[in-house]
Nanobody, 115 residues
Framework: QVHLVESGGGLVQPGGSLKISCTAS????????TAWYRQAPGKQRELVAQ???????DYADSVKGRFTISRELAQNTVSLEMNNLKPQDTAIYYC?????????WGQGTQVTVSS
C-alpha cells in the first residue's frame, strides 16, 4: 500500500554532514510513525531515529545531538539530517513507516563515512 524510496546517501568525510530523505507514495498520514534504521555489514539493524504523531522524536544514544529527524507531510517526505558524522555511522540507512498497524520499508541508501 505504501512505497518508500530513500535518497541522498553517499560518501562523506568524518565530521561532515549529509541529509537523506525518504519519500512515500501515495502519502504519509500525519498519525504515522516514521523512522530511520541503519544496518552495517554483519551487524543487527538498529533504530536511529523516529518521529511519532504529535511530533515526538526519539534518537539512539549514539546519534543524539548530531542527527535530526523531520517530516514534511506536504511533500510526503521524512528526512534525516546527519551532522558530525563518524566512521561508525557507516551503514545502509532504511526508512520505515508504520501506517494503520502495518510496517513499510524502503530499499535503503548507503552512507559511508571515511577519510
Amino acid at each position: 500500500q505504501v512505497h518508500l524510496v530513500e535518497s541522498g546517501g553517499g560518501l562523506v568525510q568524518p565530521g561532515g554532514s549529509l541529509k537523506i530523505s525518504c519519500t512515500a507514495s501515495p502519502v504519509f498520514f500525519s498519525r504515522d510513525t516514521t523512522a530511520w534504521y541503519r544496518q552495517a555489514p554483519g551487524k543487527q539493524r538498529e533504530l536511529v531515529a523516529q518521529i511519532r504523531s504529535g511530533g515526538v522524536k526519539d534518537y539512539a544514544d549514539s546519534v543524539k545531538g548530531r542527527f535530526t529527524i523531520s517530516r514534511e507531510l506536504a511533500q510526503n517526505t521524512v528526512s534525516l539530517e546527519m551532522n558530525n558524522l563518524k566512521p561508525q555511522d557507516t551503514a545502509i540507512y532504511y526508512c520505515k513507516c508504520t501506517q494503520w498497524g502495518l510496517d513499510y520499508w524502503g530499499q535503503g541508501t548507503q552512507v559511508t563515512v571515511s577519510s
